[in-house]
C-alpha cells in the first residue's frame, strides 16, 4: 500500500527550504500538481501547528503533516521531501527534522495500512538510517518496496 502512494511522482529529496512553513508548502506541492488535495490544504496544516503545537514532528528529525479529509483532500496520497539542510519546527524533543511526510486520508480508515508500513519502516533502524542518507528517489524507493 505504501509503495502505491510514495510513487517517484510524489518524492525530491535534498530540497532547499527557508523555514518550516516552506518545507510544508513543498509537501503539499507535491500533492497538489496531481490533484490529490487543494491548495487550501496547506492552510489547514498551519492552522493545526498553530492550535496544537509540533505534534506533527513525531520522532527526531520526522514530520508526518497532515490535516483532516475535509480541508482540501480529493483523493488519498502521501508525498516525502528530504530537506538538504535541517529545519527547527519548534518540538523541544525531536527537532531539527530531515524527513516531511505528508499525508492526505480521504477519510479516517483508508490511509491506515499505509501508515502500518510507514511505522515499520521508520522503527527499523537501518531503513529509518537509510532514508535519512538517500541521496535521491530510487535511495528511497529501494526502501519503500523491500
Not at 32 to 59: H, S
Amino acid at each position: 500500500m505504501l509503495n502505491k502512494l510514495l510513487t517517484k511522482d510524489f518524492i525530491r529529496t535534498s530540497v532547499k527550504c527557508k523555514d518550516w512553513k516552506d518545507a510544508i508548502c513543498k509537501g503539499v506541492k507535491l500533492l497538489e500538481d496531481k490533484n490529490l488535495v487543494k491548495e487550501c490544504y496547506k492552510d489547514a496544516i498551519f492552522r493545526c501547528f498553530d492550535e496544537f503545537g509540533p505534534y506533527m514532528v513525531i520522532a527526531p528529525g520526522i514530520v508526518l503533516s497532515h490535516a483532516r479529509p475535509e480541508d482540501g483532500v480529493i483523493e488519498k496520497g502521501m508525498s516525502l521531501i528530504t530537506l538538504d539542510t535541517p529545519i527547527e519546527f519548534g518540538s523541544e524533543l525531536n527537532d531539527p527534522v530531515t524527513l516531511i511526510f505528508t499525508l492526505a486520508a480521504k477519510d479516517s480508515n483508508a490511509h491506515l495500512e499505509a501508515l502500518k508500513e510507514l511505522m515499520e519502516i521508520l522503527i527499523n533502524e537501518d531503513d529509518l538510517k537509510s532514508l535519512f542518507n538517500a541521496k535521491n528517489t530510487n535511495d528511497i524507493l529501494k526502501i519503500l518496496n523491500k
